[in-house]
């Protein structure tokens, strides 16, 4: 039990390489992972290619010490073993630093720490680092460590990401608090997820979390702070504040195009590798959240490429071994990472594979910058006939409208996110309503058959079109509403086909602007009636093929729920909308308007 500045103990097990049962005296360093999910526990993306079965933590951590390392898995503050009460994100950095510098005196340290871990083991590590404990020595940070988790993981483009809640009931029903009191346990496994999903906002006292109260106010905190500000500049959540204090120390940051912290992970990446003497390394790969041994994500197979073994190394544990050994032991390895390692998604058969899965292939990448520095940016322009063009549109005047009815909002149907079910499914799907995603609609129509839907597509290609970097989209709009939202959807269309008569609609990324932080997100201002005015809505990155005879569509829409929540377009504070009203909104694409889509194309 190691106590923190404020005396609350945190559970600590720690891992010592030993021959005959006896540890070795000899001190070595210390790999430190800090977890809110149990130091005994098991993560459903611990596997391997060859094996599904995922390993334990401890199991895991034996390989580590196996490799020379000490190992010490802690409980986060308020979780499991630990004393304290949990507050997501926000006691992570002083508990680290304060963790750091007890394993550094222990007579089996050597005095160097380094850190891993995924999702908020990751975060945990990036607060830490934002305070530069003397003592951390390395770090491989895997989907996660917040460059400002208001403009990805916890919020994006001024809208609230609802994973946030599903994570927040299914955590508050693992917490020591419930475990310890029954009639909390009973009123947590009363409430209906889903249900509650189909009536927001929520409240004190009046959401699925009523019966944990500590869970229910840091979700309320995060859904009512729309503003950026002192909020969201706690440690914690906005590296990107500190960069110039981070510790300089080598680091990887991973994640993947279907994660949550892809833009975290390109973020960090720029900002340190250009501040620090690193190494810093970027290692994106075309997985969902943790699942580095798969090849496929939702209804898409990469190809046998796609898994991170094999590709980057003989499993996970043997990369970070490899990594650790690098900075940590003298003379006992290379460098085993480019600057940038990035899957790039395309190039397969478009068949059906034996499982099922839409065969859309891709190839690994290594690269000297991100984005790589043979990417150039490239005008797509929407026309008013749903063309996306590489001319400008030469109608003096032109717009397409439609209406965005917050009580039949468009549904989700994969994307970047995490942590969402019992509501919410990561992935790449064909965009088309089906019975078992949450907020579709009989007869499941494709979401390009919806009214509140703009779809704009090239014509098929004539040869292929390489996009790799950040993804972003400039519109003139306009609304009769003081507030809407303004989604974005990237989508590669493959054409009919034997397997898939209908094509298939693959999701690459998506993007939001809530339009009341259009003009800076430290304030709103309202939107008024008649007035058109330019936005810019960031799309997460992505690196795809668009093969020849596939299609490059954008999606323009004012909802994507459940990943985020629902603008009641009454300008209302943030998550407190209780009079909801439609809102027509127009896309303007005329020549002195031209909306457009930016795409970082390879230059051939």
Same mark, same amino acid.
């Given at each position: 039990?190691?106590?923190?500045?404020?005396?609350?103990?945190?559970?600590?097990?720690?891992?010592?390489?030993?021959i005959?049962?006896?540890?070795?005296?000899?001190?070595?360093?210390?790999?430190?992972?800090?977890?809110?999910?149990?130091?005994?526990?098991?993560?459903?993306?611990?596997?391997?290619?060859?094996?599904?079965?995922?390993?334990?933590?401890?199991?895991?951590?034996?390989?580590?010490?196996?490799?020379?390392?000490?190992?010490?898995?802690?409980?986060?503050?308020?979780?499991?073993?630990?004393?304290?009460?949990?507050?997501?994100?926000?006691?992570?950095?002083?508990?680290?630093?304060?963790?750091?510098?007890?394993?550094?005196?222990?007579?089996?340290?050597?005095?160097?720490?380094?850190?891993?871990?995924?999702?908020?083991?990751?975060?945990?590590?990036?607060?830490?680092?934002?305070?530069?404990?003397?003592?951390l020595?390395?770090?491989?940070?895997?989907?996660?460590?917040?460059?400002?988790?208001?403009?990805?993981?916890?919020?994006?483009?001024?809208?609230?990401?609802?994973k946030?809640?599903?994570?927040?009931?299914?955590?508050?029903l693992?917490?020591?608090?419930?475990?310890?009191?029954?009639?909390?346990?009973?009123?947590?496994?009363?409430?209906?997820?889903?249900?509650?999903?189909?009536?927001?906002?929520?409240?004190?006292?009046?959401?699925p979390?009523?019966?944990?109260?500590?869970?229910?106010?840091?979700?309320?905190d995060?859904?009512?702070?729309?503003?950026?500000?002192?909020?969201?500049?706690?440690?914690?959540?906005?590296?990107?504040?500190?960069?110039?204090?981070y510790?300089?120390?080598?680091?990887?940051?991973?994640?993947s195009?279907?994660?949550?912290?892809?833009?975290?992970?390109?973020?960090?990446?720029?900002?340190?590798?250009?501040?620090?003497?690193?190494?810093?390394?970027?290692?994106?790969?075309?997985?969902?959240?943790?699942?580095?041994?798969?090849?496929?994500?939702?209804?898409?197979?990469?190809?046998?490429?796609?898994?991170?073994?094999?590709?980057?190394?003989?499993?996970?544990?043997?990369?970070?071994?490899?990594?650790?050994?690098?900075?940590?032991?003298?003379?006992?390895?290379?460098?085993?990472?480019?600057?940038?390692?990035?899957?790039?998604m395309?190039?397969?058969?478009?068949r059906?594979?034996?499982?099922?899965?839409?065969?859309?292939?891709?190839?690994?990448?290594?690269?000297?910058?991100?984005?790589?520095t043979t990417? $150039?940016?490239?005008?797509?322009?929407?026309?008013? *006939?749903?063309? !996306?063009?590489?001319?400008? &549109? %030469?109608? #003096? @005047? =032109?717009?397409?409208?439609?209406?965005?009815?917050?009580?039949?909002?468009?549904?989700?149907?994969?994307?970047?996110?995490?942590?969402?079910?019992?509501?919410?499914?990561?992935?790449a799907?064909?965009?088309?309503?089906?019975?078992?995603?949450f907020?579709c609609? $009989?007869?499941?129509?494709?979401?390009?058959?919806? *009214?509140?839907? !703009?779809?704009?597509?090239? &014509? %098929?290609? #004539? @040869? =292929?079109?390489?996009?790799?970097?950040?993804i972003?989209?400039?519109?003139?709009?306009?609304s009769?509403?003081?507030?809407?939202?303004?989604?974005?959807?990237?989508?590669?269309?493959?054409?009919?086909?034997?397997?898939?008569?209908?094509?298939?609609?693959?999701?690459?990324?998506?993007?939001?602007?809530?339009?009341?932080?259009r003009?800076?997100?430290?304030?709103?201002?309202?939107?008024?009636?008649?007035?058109?005015?330019?936005?810019?809505?960031?799309?997460?990155?992505?690196?795809?093929?668009?093969?020849?005879?596939?299609?490059?569509?954008?999606?323009?829409?004012?909802?994507?729920?459940?990943?985020?929540?629902?603008?009641?377009?009454?300008?209302?504070?943030?998550?407190?909308?209780?009079?909801?009203?439609?809102?027509?909104?127009?896309?303007?694409?005329?020549?002195?308007?031209p909306?457009?889509?930016?795409?970082?194309?390879?230059?051939?």
């Amino acid at each position: 039990m190691i106590t923190m500045r404020d005396g609350v103990r945190l559970a600590t097990d720690i891992y010592r390489p030993a021959i005959d049962g006896r540890p070795i005296d000899t001190p070595l360093p210390v790999l430190l992972e800090r977890t809110p999910y149990d130091k005994l526990g098991t993560n459903h993306g611990d596997r391997t290619r060859d094996d599904p079965t995922p390993r334990s933590k401890p199991e895991l951590a034996v390989d580590f010490a196996r490799g020379g390392y000490v190992v010490a898995l802690q409980d986060c503050r308020g979780r499991y073993g630990s004393e304290g009460v949990f507050e997501k994100y926000l006691n992570e950095g002083p508990d680290g630093v304060d963790t750091i510098a007890w394993l550094a005196k222990q007579p089996w340290c050597d005095g160097r720490v380094a850190t891993l871990g995924l999702s908020y083991g990751a975060h945990v590590q990036s607060a830490l680092a934002c305070l530069a404990p003397p003592a951390l020595a390395a770090m491989f940070l895997d989907s996660g460590g917040f460059s400002s988790a208001f403009h990805s993981g916890i919020r994006q483009g001024g809208a609230f990401e609802l994973k946030q809640a599903t994570w927040a009931y299914k955590h508050a029903l693992l917490s020591p608090a419930t475990k310890a009191d029954p009639a909390r346990l009973a009123a947590l496994k009363a409430e209906d997820l889903r249900a509650w999903f189909k009536r927001m906002p929520w409240s004190e006292g009046q959401s699925p979390l009523a019966a944990a109260p500590e869970y229910e106010k840091y979700l309320l905190d995060q859904w009512r702070n729309g503003l950026f500000g002192p909020y969201w500049e706690q440690n914690g959540l906005y590296a990107a504040g500190a960069y110039d204090a981070y510790a300089d120390v080598p680091m990887v940051h991973m994640s993947s195009w279907y994660d949550p912290y892809a833009l975290t992970a390109t973020q960090n990446y720029v900002g340190l590798a250009a501040r620090k003497r690193g190494p810093v390394k970027l290692i994106l790969g075309p997985w969902t959240h943790g699942q580095r041994s798969v090849t496929h994500a939702g209804e898409v197979d990469f190809g046998a490429e796609a898994a991170l073994d094999g590709a980057l190394a003989a499993d996970f544990v043997t990369l970070r071994l490899a990594w650790f050994d690098a900075w940590l032991k003298d003379g006992a390895g290379p460098d085993p990472l480019p600057p940038v390692k990035l899957f790039v998604m395309g190039g397969g058969t478009g068949r059906k594979t034996p499982e099922g899965r839409l065969d859309h292939g891709g190839r690994w990448l290594d690269a000297d910058a991100w984005p790589p520095t043979t990417s $150039a940016i490239t005008d797509y322009f929407l026309r008013i *006939d749903g063309g !996306l063009d590489r001319a400008a &549109p %030469p109608e #003096a @005047e =032109a717009f397409r409208d439609y209406v965005h009815d917050p009580a039949r909002p468009a549904p989700t149907i994969g994307g970047a996110t995490a942590s969402g079910a019992p509501v919410m499914q990561a992935g790449a799907f064909d965009q088309r309503e089906r019975p078992d995603m949450f907020g579709c609609e $009989a007869p499941y129509r494709p979401l390009a058959e919806r *009214d509140d839907v !703009l779809v704009f597509q090239t &014509p %098929p290609l #004539a @040869e =292929a079109v390489e996009v790799i970097g950040p993804i972003r989209a400039e519109l003139f709009i306009g609304s009769d509403q003081p507030d809407t939202d303004f989604h974005i959807k990237l989508i590669d269309v493959h054409p009919p086909s034997t397997d898939y008569p209908e094509g298939f609609a693959m999701n690459l990324t998506t993007g939001v602007l809530r339009a009341r932080y259009r003009e800076g997100f430290d304030h709103e201002t309202r939107l008024e009636p008649d007035q058109v005015y330019r936005i810019t809505v960031e799309a997460f990155p992505t690196a795809n093929l668009f093969a020849p005879g596939h299609r490059i569509r954008l999606d323009v829409s004012s909802s994507n729920f459940p990943h985020f929540d629902v603008n009641p377009n009454s300008g209302e504070p943030e998550g407190q909308g209780t009079s909801p009203r439609p809102a027509r909104n127009r896309i303007y694409v005329d020549a002195a308007r031209p909306s457009r889509l930016l795409l970082p194309i390879t230059r051939r």
